[in-house]
Structure formats: structure tokens, C-alpha cells
């Protein structure tokens, strides 16, 4: 299978420690996001790369949450000092740049459910 | 603000009962639409990409359309496996970030 994989699926924490997810994304593409779903809602655009550069984050990305990808490849999304409020689905989709006009398809992984106690 | 509206927030048909869900939205020109479907506990998983109003795509029983506000997804004659949460997205020309920007999506409940 060579679509989005994130680990963990899952994942338990209790309020104030560190998590860390990563995300795979298909191999040819060079563009990777990240954003977060809360139940009954649409995904929420959290950040984006394109190859290891992070070129825009959302308001919503407190200075609690960090993102890299090194060396253009997979990613890593850390939320220190986790809240309640942090509890959602962390969803990681990649695609391949567009020219700019031409629409972008994202190809979406299982998303890593997090909950905070 | 780039926007998106989905309506109904719920549907529910029974088996081969065709209905449309909809998806208005505002967006400072368009570059692309998208559907995708989302299981329980699972990623959205791409279904259509829209961007010309009048364009019209088909795959299996869904078919999604577009116009200059608004894109719908007819659904024809469903199955019990339909049922899904069907989310819309917009992504903008403006500084070619690719983000989508999504509804709140329709959850679709087929009956057999």
C-alpha cells in the first residue's frame, strides 16, 4: 500500500505531557499538511510543507504545537504540555504541487485520535 | 473570508431513495472543489475534484456538479454502503497554498 500512514492511530494522554505523530506521506508527492477534526466538524488546516520548508501556519497552532519534516520526507506534529482541549483527530494529507492554477488533490492518511484525560 | 456551507447536516433515504446534498460556498477565486467521503474513525478518502462551473463529474452511483456558488452531490439510487459523512472543500487561487478549507459535512444514513 502506498497511500498517507500516521502513527500512532491512537493515542492517550494525560493533561500536561508531550505527544508526537508522525506522518508518512506518498513518496512522490512533495507537499504535506497537517490539520485537526473534532467530532461533527470538518478538518481544520493547522500547517503545511513543501519539501522540509513549513511554509504557513493557522492561527489555531499555538506555540504549543511544532512541526518539522526533515529532509522533505515524513513528518512530525509534537503538542507539548497537552490540554483537554487538545483532544481531537490529527489528520496528515500530502500531494504533489500544482502549477498554481490547476487544482491540488490531498490524499489523507487514518488520522491519529488523540485524547487527553 | 473563504467559506463553506453544507447542508443537510443529516440525511437519512432508504435503499434507492436518490437525493442531493449540497455545498455552497464563498471563496476569493476558485482554484479547485473537492468531495471526499469519511467513514467512522477513518481519513476522508477522495472522491472528485471540480473547478470549471458547468463541469460534472461521475463514479459509480454519486455524481458531483458545480457552478459559480454552489457544487451538489447526487446520489442515485443508494446502498447501505453509501452511508459515509460526505465532506466538501474549497481551495483558493490566492498564494498557492493548497490548503482546503472544509464544511461541517453531511452525515448520510442509507436504509436497506
Known amino acids: 500500500d502506498t497511500g498517507v500512514s500516521q502513527d500512532p492511530r491512537h493515542k492517550i494522554t494525560k493533561r500536561g505531557q508531550n505527544v508526537t505523530f508522525r506522518c508518512d506521506p506518498i513518496?512522490?508527492?512533495?507537499?504535506l499538511y497537517w490539520y485537526r477534526q473534532t467530532l461533527g466538524q470538518g478538518p481544520e488546516f493547522l500547517t503545511y510543507?513543501?519539501?522540509?520548508?513549513?511554509?504557513?501556519k493557522s492561527r489555531l497552532l499555538s506555540d504549543r504545537f511544532s512541526a518539522e519534516r526533515p529532509k522533505g520526507s515524513f513528518s512530525t506534529l509534537e503538542i507539548q504540555r497537552t490540554e483537554q482541549g487538545d483532544s481531537a483527530m490529527y489528520l496528515c494529507?500530502?500531494?504533489?504541487?500544482?502549477?498554481?492554477?490547476?487544482?491540488?488533490?490531498?490524499?489523507f492518511g487514518p488520522g491519529t485520535r488523540l485524547l487527553v484525560l | 473570508e473563504d467559506q463553506v456551507t453544507q447542508s443537510p447536516e443529516a440525511l437519512r433515504l432508504q435503499e434507492g431513495e436518490s437525493s442531493s446534498l449540497n455545498c455552497s460556498y464563498t471563496?476569493?477565486?476558485?482554484?479547485?472543489l473537492f468531495w471526499y467521503r469519511q467513514d467512522p474513525g477513518k481519513g476522508p478518502e477522495f472522491l472528485f475534484t471540480?473547478?470549471?462551473a458547468g463541469e460534472e463529474k461521475e463514479k459509480e452511483r454519486l455524481k458531483a456538479t458545480l457552478t459559480k456558488k454552489e457544487s451538489f452531490l447526487h446520489i442515485t439510487a443508494p446502498k447501505p454502503e453509501d452511508s459515509a459523512t460526505y465532506l466538501c472543500?474549497?481551495?483558493?487561487?490566492?498564494?498557492?497554498?493548497?490548503?482546503?478549507?472544509f464544511g461541517q459535512g453531511t452525515t448520510l444514513q442509507v436504509k436497506p
Open positions: 471540480l473547478y470549471s
Open positions: 494529507a500530502s500531494s504533489s504541487m500544482g502549477t498554481g492554477l490547476s487544482p491540488e488533490t490531498q490524499y
Open positions: 471563496v476569493s477565486g476558485l482554484r479547485g
Open positions: 513518496s512522490e508527492h512533495n507537499r
Open positions: 472543500a474549497v481551495q483558493a487561487k490566492a498564494g498557492n497554498t493548497g490548503k482546503l478549507i
Open positions: 510543507f513543501q519539501n522540509e520548508a513549513q511554509l504557513e
